[in-house]
């Protein structure tokens, strides 16, 4: 099991954290994915590597950014 955790900065409200959730979950490989207001940050699993862009490009896309 391959985990990811992020850093994301934007999100205000849980509706941001169902969006983030949403997006990241819909990347290849992504199994199962934990998104944190409080801690504004998300755990992604996976059975396999993943491509750190296309969930920085994901999280991107529905208006947030990944801090590194």
Request: aromatic share 2%; charged share 25%; proline share 0%.
């Amino acid at each position: 099991m391959v985990n990811i955790d992020l850093k994301i900065s934007g999100m205000t409200c849980q509706n941001c954290v169902r969006h983030v959730k949403e997006a990241i979950s819909e990347v290849s490989g992504v199994k199962s994915v934990d998104v944190s207001l409080e801690s504004a940050s998300a755990k992604v699993s996976s059975d396999s590597d993943l491509d750190r862009g296309a969930l920085k490009i994901a999280v991107q896309e529905a208006g947030y950014a990944i801090v590194e």
